[in-house]
C-alpha cells in the first residue's frame, strides 16, 4: 500500500493572504480518496520532527531561532511567510514526514510526502517558502542511522534547489541533480552536483529528451541506494511562476519516467510535491493527482 504523509494541520490551510496556494494541501487527499487512487489507511499524521535529526542538516542556532521565534527581520522576509509558532510547528511535522517516508520506502519502494521539498533552506537561513530542508534531512537521516551508503537527489522543481545543493556541496554520499529554469528563481543559483539550466518556453519534448538522456548516465554513474524526488508541478505551461511550456501530458511522462527508472533498478524512492502556482487551483491538484497515481500504479 502507498504510504502518505498528511498532517491534520492541512486541514485549517494557514491564512498568510499569499499566492501560495495552501489550499491544495486540504484538496489533494480528497481528490485521491475520491478518484480511489488511494484510501484513508495510506496516510498517516507524522509528530514535528526531534531536534537532533535536525541538527544533522541545519546549525543549532539557526535552528533555536526559528523554534524560538527570533530569526531576524531579514531572514523573516526571506521566507515570504508572517513567522508564527503554527507557521514552524508545521514545518517540523513536514520534515519528520519526510524521514518517515524514509522507512517506508526502503520497505515498500516509495514513499510520499503530501507536502515537503523545501528546497530553499539552506545550513543556516531560510529561503522562499522554505524554512528546514526536508530531503535534506532525511537523506542525512539515512546515511547517519547507516540505512544506505549513497543518495541521489532529483529535483524537477522549477526552482533550483539552492538549499539543497549548498547543503551537500562538500559530501560525496549524496548526489544533487536541478532539472531549473535558467532564467527563474533563485536569480543567484548555487552548484549542484549536476545542473540543467532549462530556457524560457522548454517544450516536452525538448525536456523529456534531456530527462531520459541525463538521469539514467547519472544513476549508472553514482548507483545511488536511495533517490529522493522533488516532483514539483510548477513546470506547467500555466503555472505563474514557472516560465517553462510543460503540458499536463507532459508532466505526468515525466513522473513516470522517473519512478520507472526506480522501479526498474530497484532503487527506493522518497517523492516530496514541492511546487504548484498554475493559475488554476484544478490544474496543480490534478497534477500532483497525477504523481501519486502513477506511484500506485508502477509500485503497487
Known amino acids: 500500500m502507498l504510504k502518505i504523509a498528511f498532517d491534520p494541520i492541512y486541514k485549517h490551510p494557514l491564512k498568510v493572504g499569499h499566492r501560495f496556494p495552501m489550499e491544495k494541501y486540504e484538496l489533494l487527499p480528497e481528490q485521491l480518496i475520491r478518484k480511489n487512487i488511494c484510501e484513508e489507511a495510506s496516510f498517516f499524521s507524522p509528530t514535528p520532527i526531534k531536534k537532533q535529526d535536525v541538527l544533522s542538516t541545519h546549525c543549532e542556532t539557526y535552528y533555536e531561532q526559528l523554534i524560538g521565534i527570533s530569526l531576524d527581520k531579514s531572514d523573516q522576509r526571506q521566507i515570504g511567510f508572517p513567522l508564527s509558532k503554527t507557521l514552524v510547528e508545521r514545518e517540523c511535522v513536514i520534515e519528520k514526514g519526510s524521514v518517515q517516508n524514509t522507512c517506508y520506502a526502503l520497505e515498500h519502494g516509495i514513499s510520499m510526502n503530501i507536502a515537503g521539498g523545501t528546497h530553499h533552506a539552506f545550513r543556516s537561513k531560510p529561503g522562499a517558502f522554505c524554512m528546514l530542508n526536508d530531503q535534506a534531512i532525511a537523506a542525512n537521516y539515512l ?8 543518495v541521489m537527489i532529483i529535483d524537477l522543481d522549477v526552482h533550483q534547489g539552492d538549499g539543497t545543493a549548498s547543503i551537500f556541496e562538500n559530501q560525496n554520499s549524496v548526489f544533487t541533480v536541478s532539472f531549473h529554469g535558467k532564467k527563474n528563481y533563485p536569480f543567484r543559483k548555487q552548484k549542484s552536483d549536476f545542473d540543467l539550466a532549462l530556457e524560457d518556453n522548454t517544450n516536452d519534448e525538448i525536456y523529456l529528451n534531456a530527462l531520459a538522456y541525463h538521469i539514467p548516465r547519472l544513476v549508472d554513474s553514482f548507483q545511488p541506494d536511495f533517490i529522493f524526488y522533488l516532483a514539483g508541478v510548477d513546470v506547467l505551461k500555466n503555472d505563474k511562476l514557472g516560465r517553462l511550456d510543460l503540458s499536463m501530458e507532459g508532466c505526468k511522462a515525466r513522473d513516470r519516467f522517473v519512478f520507472e527508472l526506480c522501479k526498474t533498478n530497484d532503487i527506493p524512492v522518497q517523492v516530496s510535491m514541492g511546487g504548484g502556482y498554475s493559475i488554476h487551483l484544478k490544474d496543480i491538484v490534478d497534477a500532483h493527482s497525477n504523481t501519486f497515481e502513477l506511484a500506485q500504479e508502477i509500485f503497487f
Open 143 to 150: 546515511i547517519d542511522h547507516k540505512l544506505i551508503q549513497k
